[in-house]
Nanobody
């Protein structure tokens, strides 16, 4: 099993920046892909970005490309999501997830954190 704990969500003004963290524990090497997803009020959860354990390859949703950066510190078993130039439409609960596959599909991820709230005021 893998345990995931997100942190770093808060209220921020539009144009501001924020860094989210996801601390992983357990059998993390068996689930090498780490993804970030988000769910805005009244909307379905959507893919944001993922990163691989070995090569550090990344992939982003078009809506965040150029503004968000995903990274990981394997020694600390922690994945980060740097959010820059935030917009009100980025307001959502942000979740990290662990899986075996390189995919944007949330049903392919095996473990999920509890989420952290990001609110962007205009």
């Amino acid at each position: 099993q893998v345990q995931l704990v997100e942190s770093g969500g808060t209220l921020v003004q539009a144009g501001g920046s924020l860094r989210l963290s996801c601390a992983a524990s357990g059998r993390t090497l068996s689930y090498p892909t780490m993804g970030w997803f988000r769910q805005a009020p009244g909307k379905e959860r959507e893919f944001v970005a993922y990163i691989t354990y070995s090569s550090g390859s990344t992939y982003y949703a078009d809506s965040v490309k150029g503004r968000f950066t995903i990274s990981r510190d394997n020694a600390k078993n922690t994945v980060y999501l740097q959010l820059n130039n935030l917009k009100p439409e980025d307001t959502a609960v942000y979740y990290c997830a662990a899986g075996k596959l390189l995919t944007t599909m949330q049903n392919r991820y095996n473990y999920w954190g509890q989420g952290t709230q990001v609110t962007v005021s205009s």
